[in-house]
């Protein structure tokens, strides 16, 4: 998986994305473990331009590959979206669930809630302990509504290069 990261400020300043790195990263979503020669061949540089770019893309926090394992088959039966409402200031709510290792995916957004994020767990009961006594017992959390997910449709990370 490609995705993006915040900006780390002891990182050297994000490269210039130009056509050549967005086909890169488009070959590294379609593939993260493509070689470097193939995808040279596919966008009309050497195997070790391609390495080097990669490195730079890398490097910056532009891109990050990882391996994205699917929960159910590794035994995380359970997962929900959790949209909170807070009382003060967000940031230190955001910055607790990101801490949890459940918890995947944390973003603050305006509308009806102030935070949103994502569970996966084991089953019912580990996901009954996270939002009841983990979740709702921080400070500032003023409720919080869980969306149990009942069937994927569709996950995409080929959003990078638009």
Not at 86 to 95: C, I, N, S, T, Y
């Amino acid at each position: 998986m490609v995705s993006s990261q915040e900006p780390n400020p002891s990182r050297p300043a994000p490269p210039v994305i130009d056509d050549l790195s967005k086909q890169i990263i488009a070959q590294l979503q379609e593939d993260g473990r493509r070689a470097y020669a193939t995808i040279g061949k596919a966008v009309g540089l050497s195997e070790a331009a391609v390495r080097q770019r990669v490195q730079r893309l890398s490097d910056s926090g532009v891109i990050q590959i990882v391996a994205v394992s699917d929960p159910l088959q590794v035994g995380l039966f359970r997962q929900a979206m959790v949209a909170i409402n807070v009382d003060g200031p967000l940031e230190p709510v955001a910055d607790a669930l990101a801490e949890m290792n459940e918890i995947d995916y944390v973003v603050l957004c305006a509308g009806r809630f102030d935070v949103l994020c994502e569970a996966v767990c084991a089953d019912d009961e580990a996901l009954l302990d996270l939002t009841s006594n983990r979740i709702r017992a921080l400070p500032g959390v003023r409720n919080a509504e869980v969306l149990v997910y009942l069937k994927l449709r569709k996950q995409s990370y080929q959003w990078g290069v638009r």
